[in-house]
Structure formats: structure tokens, C-alpha cells
């Protein structure tokens, strides 16, 4: 498997413009997340999705960013407008999560992939 | 809320030496750990989890982890550093609900040749 896949992995806008980020998860993985990470916060969560539907949303910072899952294979990280305090790297995840609600499956690990460095200017 | 504590930001040791990482857990319920590294310019690779069962867990690269309940603590370890061993690591919980991780501030390690 080629493990979860990101694009860009680099990416360079000015301060006003939209933002795009790509992810496909590892095929037959059913959560997906994205996550920021800079020198001053950390790893933040920013959002998860199970089965394609969003779950907590309560890490985005605010409305000027938004994600969507359009299928399983697929999601985006969306900022509009960009500003420089969103420079950081973005990183995308997913597991899988077989069985029942409870079960140990439940706790499978997530798999990262390369992330995507965003630079605004 | 689920939480987890990295106390130390970074940790030195010299090659061949054995290593501990820190991390304390404070959960309502039963804990479900992870302990993940951080490579330069890569994204987060899983090492190792603890669910149930055996306190000392295994994983990959020959870490280990020791789970011990009185102490709420999920400390890393391995025998004997290697320099490729240098590297970001992570601490993470499963959050009261779906899926969700709570990850640590992470603890950089270095080890010196």
C-alpha cells in the first residue's frame, strides 16, 4: 500500500489567496483526519471524519478554513483567505475501524502521511 | 479530559546507552496509549500501543513501553540508542469518543555517536 498520500507537499501563496490541501487515505480505512502542526502550538487536531461524515470539527480555528470528505478516498482541507499565522505544516490521517462500537478495533492506530509545509507570505 | 504530559522537551543520551521517555496519562476510564516518532520533514509513524493486557508492550525499532496503572505513566524505552534513533516522539491517549487521539507536547531525543 502506498500508505496516505498528500498534495502538495510544499505550498507558497500570499496572504489573501484560497488554500488547498489534498488527502487519500490508506484504501479500506474509514476515519480520516487532519491535524496542524507548528513550533508554537504543536499537533493540533483540526478535524475527523468517520465513514465520509464529519465528527468534531471543534479544532478549526475558524471559518475561513473548512473540510470536506466527498467520498472515501478522498478529502480536502480548504482555507479561504489564507493568512500568514496559517503557515505551518498540514498533516493528514486515517485508520480503520472494524467491528463493532467498543470493540478493540476501535483503538487502531492511525497512519500518517508526508504532510504538506504551507507557507504564506 | 483525556490528557497526557511529556515532561521533558528534550532528552540526550549517548549511543548504546539505554533510553526512557517520559509520559504520564491522567483518563477518566481505562487508558488506551500510543507512542508515535517524528522523523525530520516526515509525518508521525506509529512505534507502539498499549489496550489491555501485558503492562510491557513491544514495538517496532526494538521499543517498548511499560504501562503501570499506580503510577500513570506510559514511559518509552529501549535497551541500547541508536543515533537513527534521533527524533521526535509523541504521546498520545484515545479521547472519550470516536476515534480521537490526544497527543502530547512530544519529547526530542537525541543521541550522540
Known amino acids: 500500500d502506498a500508505g496516505v498520500i498528500q498534495s502538495p507537499r510544499h505550498e507558497v501563496t500570499e496572504m489573501g489567496q484560497e488554500v488547498t490541501l489534498r488527502c487519500k487515505p490508506i484504501?479500506?480505512?474509514?476515519?480520516l483526519f487532519w491535524y496542524r502542526q507548528t513550533m508554537m502550538r504543536g499537533l493540533e487536531l483540526l478535524i475527523y471524519f468517520n465513514n465520509n461524515v464529519p465528527i468534531d470539527d471543534s479544532g478549526m480555528p475558524e471559518d475561513r478554513f473548512s473540510a470536506k470528505m466527498p467520498n472515501a478516498s478522498f478529502s480536502t482541507l480548504k482555507i479561504q483567505p489564507s493568512e500568514p499565522r496559517d503557515s505551518a505544516v498540514y498533516f493528514c490521517?486515517?485508520?480503520?475501524?472494524?467491528?463493532?462500537?467498543?470493540?478493540?478495533?476501535?483503538?487502531?492506530?492511525?497512519?500518517f502521511g508526508p504532510g504538506t509545509r504551507l507557507t504564506v507570505l | 479530559a483525556q490528557s497526557v504530559a511529556q515532561p521533558e522537551d528534550q532528552v540526550n543520551v549517548a549511543e548504546g546507552n539505554p533510553l526512557t521517555v517520559k509520559c504520564t496519562y491522567s483518563v477518566s476510564g481505562n487508558p488506551y496509549l500510543f507512542w508515535y516518532v517524528q522523523y525530520p520533514n516526515r509525518g508521525l509513524q506509529f512505534l507502539l500501543k498499549y489496550i489491555t493486557g501485558d503492562n510491557l508492550v513491544k514495538g517496532s525499532y526494538g521499543f517498548e513501553a511499560e504501562f503501570n496503572k499506580s503510577q500513570t505513566s506510559f514511559h518509552l524505552k529501549k535497551p541500547s540508542a541508536l543515533v537513527s534513533d534521533s527524533a521526535l516522539y509523541f504521546c498520545a491517549v484515545r479521547d472519550i469518543g470516536f476515534q480521537k487521539l490526544v497527543f502530547g507536547t512530544g519529547t526530542r531525543l537525541l543521541v550522540s555517536p
Open positions: 484504501s479500506g480505512h474509514n476515519s
Open positions: 490521517a486515517s485508520s480503520s475501524r472494524a467491528g463493532l462500537a467498543g470493540g478493540l478495533s476501535s483503538y487502531n492506530e492511525q497512519f
